[in-house]
């Protein structure tokens, strides 16, 4: 079954902040090269990654001008945020408000972009 971007929702706490009209995630898993002279020269990657990072960018309608609040006070760091997923899959941890921006037409509700980075670990809970 498809997904569709407005189903994204974002929450900080229980509480829901934002419905997601487009998204997009980026998860990078670094590798770790761990060649030695023994492996014929071939590269060998660890079976871990060095650093993991998670880029989420959303734009949506707010539900609650939590993120805005953010983006206008002194730090940039959002907690205890959940990203749940269509499917009812969620991504759960602390993120960096990396960009904010807002518009609004006269007859239409206010939109937001935003970009949000991982800031620590992150968990993953998959669909049940």
């Known amino acids: 079954m498809a997904d569709t971007g407005r189903d994204l929702l974002i929450l900080k706490g229980a509480t829901a902040i934002a419905g ?17 002279i023994g492996d014929g020269g071939y590269r060998t990657l ?3 990654a060095g650093m993991r990072a998670l880029d989420i960018s959303v734009s949506g309608v707010w539900v609650d001008k939590v993120i805005r609040d953010q983006a206008l006070g002194t730090t940039m ?21 990396a960009s904010y921006e807002e518009t ?11 970009a ?11 669909a049940a």
Request: a negative charge; charged letters at 15%; aromatic letters at 12%.
């Open 20 to 36: 997601a009209q487009e998204n997009g995630i980026s998860i990078d898993n670094s590798p770790i090269d761990i060649t030695s």
């Open 46 to 48: 660890a079976e871990f």
């Open 77 to 97: 760091l959002l907690t205890d945020i959940t990203i749940e997923f269509a499917d009812g899959g969620d991504i759960a941890g602390d993120f960096y408000l």
């Open 104 to 114: 609004g037409a006269h007859d239409g509700a206010v939109t937001f972009t935003a």
């Open 116 to 126: 949000l980075q991982s800031s620590g670990a992150w968990t993953y809970t998959t």
